[in-house]
């Protein structure tokens, strides 16, 4: 997915432009690792460094259920979340616990589900009260407070673009791409190992048979585990950038929105 952006990558996830001069105020510059799960961030939960992927496709605030077990997090007895990953739901107790990033200190709930090889996670309940600024090449996350700020407000260097986003109930970003000539709306997640498309929708841009493709699987929450084709397809683009043979995994998920 990350490819498709470039180097540099600003979701404005809240802010909206209004009448003023620019004022960016920053909240947070997190240094980020490029992990097998994303891109990972160092955050304070209870106080304690933990380790938490930036995911713009997630609703919710997520630690795993080891990482609860290791901070010594009481499970709540009042509210119970469910959460719909990859391979299906499931419905555990939520935590409060005080979470930290940069200057931004506040108490949390926090989701608990069992997800490999990560501590936790961070959503866009969190992400959307925040312009998020995810440099690649720096190896930096940062948080910004904006107001009355448009693309060309920004403090960085080179050429810059900007493409619609329309932020779902459950501040999640859908952007409008072209695929093999055809419309398609995608779902916005730093938090996918790969690009996935759904089976149908696969079908309505082109692909008449991935009996060659190979197989890989995709984890998902509780150990939940799908398995997509990974078809290579004729063009990507996205705003101004196109992606000459992309290989995107193709399948069946509860995550893919449909076209």
């Known amino acids: 997915m990350w490819r498709l952006l470039g180097i540099l990558l600003l979701v404005v996830a809240c802010s909206r432009e209004s009448a003023g001069p620019c004022r960016l105020q920053p909240v947070a510059e997190l240094p980020a690792t490029l992990a097998q799960n994303g891109i990972e961030v160092t955050a304070q939960v209870n106080r304690v460094s933990t380790q938490l992927v930036v995911d713009t496709g997630a ?69 959307s009260h925040y312009d998020v600024e995810i440099d690649l090449s720096g190896r930096r996350v940062r948080l910004w407070q904006a107001s009355s700020c448009s693309a060309s407000d920004l403090p960085w260097s080179g050429p810059r673009g900007t493409i619609p986003v329309h932020v779902t109930w459950g501040d999640r970003l859908i952007v409008t791409v072209t695929l093999n000539g055809k419309q398609v709306d995608a779902l916005l997640d730093s938090g996918s190992a790969i690009s996935l498309l759904q089976t149908e929708t696969a079908g309505e841009v082109g692909v008449t048979g991935m009996s060659a493709d190979s197989e890989v699987p995709v984890h998902g929450i509780a150990g939940s585990t799908i398995m997509v084709r990974l078809h290579r397809f004729g063009f990507m683009r996205i705003g101004n950038d196109q992606i000459e043979g992309p290989e995107i995994g193709v399948g069946d998920s509860q995550l893919i929105s449909r076209r």
Do not use: W
Request: glycine share 10%.
């Open 59 to 127: 609703e919710l605030t997520l630690l795993t259920a080891a990482t609860v077990k290791s901070l010594l997090l009481a499970r709540s007895q009042l509210t119970v979340s469910q959460l719909i990953g990859v391979g299906g739901a499931v419905s555990n107790a939520d935590v409060y616990a005080d979470l930290q990033l940069g200057t931004a200190d506040f108490q949390r709930r926090f989701v608990v589900a069992n997800i490999p090889a990560m501590s936790g996670l961070i959503g866009g309940d969190v992400l």
